[in-house]
């Protein structure tokens, strides 16, 4: 489902659609019309406009009791005002309460009576495999011994709380009809399977036998592993401050146990049962972040963002070929192309700065400075040359960087894919080798564009009558000449990539939300951040690079390699000549390079395609845990009548399911088979 980024903490987590609008996508989906005025019936909405149940055999009871959660009269039909009321509901902070109160609320008064728990309950597919006593003193507790008190909304949050934990117990005891505080192996998987499958992962609902080591289950292991399930969220925010925020660190039982000591909710036995679950017995006795987030479902919340295009090219990782993997690699490939243009184009102007700057010999052309300073040279190019001066040379450039940064990119992302574990994490060494492998590989590309595009940029500097074009430039250079001052061009780019990406890889986990999340306003700070030390370290041979490629004037020194101009730079000009330009080397970079990469990282949201590998980190993984979730999986492209609070309904009514447990049966009786008082389960 086209949906997939969390939701922000404010008090607003949508904005509003607009009514005249909100009335013509709710006239399109009405097909009733009574007294003037349009309805939507149970299909209408459920089924035809969120797009759910459309199985031709779907179970209509199931439908029905959705369309009531925004039918608030009960009479079988929403108008446009209970329409509207809904939207604005679902843009509530509380949104997801406010949701199943309103399911359980079957007479639209703002309360839950006995009668309505125990006819929504009755309908669920827990109930149906494991009956809940209805007539128990917990029911008792909340609707008194009469069963006649009714709930409001603030304490129907506390029962729909409490009502899985009393259920989990409640199963126990009939597991244990003796009364001996233990049961077996797979009653202890039936229990979690029906009453706490809304958290479970495939990996944790494969293990449960497996994790009791065949011995039977007693009550105290039973509470304590229900209650690690519910408390996960809790565990990651221990694990992280254990960890400072590193999602990568490997930590023991000892130390998570240390984090964990001031909170009281989390004990010895349920961190022995974290580790048994994470398969840590393994691993020399230590979990990462990622062994919590394969124990953890998704939160329904991440669920919420747009996707112009979403493709599964494989339906698992084992699918892989050859083609698939040549496929991804070009999927890249071109997402880089662009990306690269992008970011190229923003920072042109400084780009040119920073070589006219570079290009500067003192002493060496009859003592003159052209200019003082970067400012004062970028003055000097607009007043001599014009506005479109700062992108001399930019036509040339843009054809090169397309397939240079794509290349860059793409070959960072494969020497990464395959130095990266199972678990996803990928040691330091590693991260600077695929950053060298990227650097070294874009040099074919990079020589080339970059004598042509500096030759171009200091041309203006000449007054002279003729233009100097970039073909031109190629013909007089020939095929090696484009790549004179290659070795150069590799002692910059080589150090510079194997210092950018494991830099900005650290400095975008260290900015990402909670649930590792990376907002686009991160990606852009954390490309900027890596690309300082990255471009400021590798000036010195960004200077030799460019003297080697310049054409010398008369009266300026030449040079022979780098070794050559190295020599003679320092002889003739200093050290300080070899940090010329930094300033604005850094400025173009920096900025060029958080471009990019948030560019790049955003079209890997925007259009996505699962080819059974990696994603970039923090663009929020799509994973399905509820049967809502997957019938919204299956339609590919975002329903554009989803507006304002409606974006949100389709996650949310799979939150009720995924939180609460509340599963609906999916299948049953279509429409037209019998009659209404046949409701089957699926």
């Known amino acids: ?332 490939f071109t997402l880089g192309s662009f990306a690269g243009a992008v970011g190229a184009t923003v920072v042109y102007p400084i780009d040119l700065v920073k070589t006219r700057m570079q290009n500067q010999r003192a002493g060496s052309y009859i003592g003159e400075v052209a200019y003082r300073n970067s400012w004062d040279c970028f003055k000097k190019v607009v007043r001599h040359e014009g506005f479109m001066g700062l992108y001399r040379g930019l036509l040339p450039q843009l054809m090169g960087v397309a397939p240079e940064k794509a290349i860059k990119l793409t070959v960072n992302d494969l020497v990464r894919d395959k130095l990266t574990d199972k678990k996803g994490n990928i040691p330091t060494w590693a991260e600077v080798l695929a950053g060298g492998c990227a650097g070294a590989s874009q040099v074919v590309f990079t020589n080339p564009l970059e004598i042509v595009k500096i030759r171009l940029q200091v041309a203006g500097e000449i007054a002279s009558g003729s233009k100097i074009r970039a073909w031109s430039v190629v013909r007089e250079l020939g095929l090696f000449g484009l790549y004179k001052g290659a070795r150069a061009c590799l002692l910059r780019d080589v150090p510079f990539s194997a210092i950018y990406f494991p830099t900005y890889a650290h400095t975008k986990a260290m900015m990402a939300d909670k649930d590792g999340y990376n907002h686009p306003l991160t990606l852009l700070a954390a490309g900027a951040i890596a690309g300082v030390p990255a471009a400021s370290l590798v000036t010195p041979a960004d200077v030799i690079k460019t003297r080697l490629q310049v054409v010398a004037r008369s009266g300026q020194t030449t040079y022979n390699g780098v070794w050559d101009a190295t020599k003679k730079i320092m002889a003739e000009e200093g050290p300080r000549a070899f940090w010329k330009g930094t300033a604005a080397r850094v400025f173009r970079s920096s900025p060029q390079f958080g471009v990019t990469l948030v560019t790049y990282e955003l079209l890997q949201r925007l259009f996505y395609v699962d080819f059974g590998g990696t994603q970039p980190k923090g663009s929020e993984a799509h994973k399905i845990t509820t049967p809502l979730e997957q019938a919204a999986a299956s339609v590919t492209t975002e329903n554009l009548d989803h507006i304002g609070g409606y974006r949100a309904a389709v996650p949310l009514l799979a939150g009720v399911e995924s939180k609460f447990g509340l599963y609906l049966p999916r299948f049953g009786r279509g429409v037209a088979a019998a009659t209404p008082s046949t409701a089957t389960g699926s």
């Open 1 to 332: 489902m086209p949906l997939t980024k969390s939701l922000p903490n404010s008090p607003s987590l949508l904005k509003r659609a607009g009514t005249e609008k909100l009335r013509e996508v709710f006239l399109k989906y009405a097909s009733i019309q009574k007294n003037g005025e349009h309805y939507m019936t149970s299909e209408d909405f459920v089924r035809k406009f969120l797009g759910l149940f459309s199985e031709s055999a779907f179970n209509d009871d199931s439908v029905r009791l959705l369309a009531n959660i925004a039918d608030t009269s009960k009479d079988g039909l929403i108008s446009f005002s209970e329409f509207q009321a809904f939207e604005g509901l679902l843009c509530t902070p509380d949104a997801l309460y406010r949701t199943a109160f309103q399911l359980f609320d079957r007479k639209g008064n703002g309360t839950v009576s006995y009668a309505d728990f125990a006819d929504v309950v009755q309908k669920t597919e827990l109930h149906s495999k494991i009956p809940f006593s209805l007539d128990g003193p917990f029911i008792k507790r909340y609707f008194g011994d009469k069963k006649q008190r009714l709930i409001n909304y603030a304490e129907f949050t506390q029962l729909l709380h409490d009502f899985h934990e009393e259920h989990a117990m409640e199963a126990f005891r009939s597991k244990d009809p003796a009364g001996t505080g233990f049961i077996s192996p797979l009653d202890f998987q039936d229990i979690i399977v029906n009453v706490k499958r809304h958290l479970l992962t495939p990996g944790v609902k494969d293990n449960l036998v497996s994790v009791t080591e065949g011995h039977k289950v007693s009550f105290p292991y039973f509470i304590a592993f229900t209650s690690l399930l519910n408390n996960m969220e809790l565990i990651k925010q221990v694990y992280l401050h254990a960890t400072e925020g590193s999602r990568t660190d490997m930590i023991t039982k000892d130390q998570i146990l240390y984090a964990a000591q001031t909170m009281s909710q989390i004990t010895p036995l349920e961190i022995d049962i974290l580790f048994h679950l994470a398969g840590a017995v393994h691993q020399a006795g230590r979990i990462d972040y990622s062994d919590l987030s394969n124990i953890a479902p998704e939160h329904y919340t991440k669920h919420i963002t747009h996707r112009l295009a979403e493709i599964k090219a494989v339906e698992s990782p084992a699918d892989r070929s050859a083609f698939i993997q040549i496929l991804e690699s070009s999927y890249r």
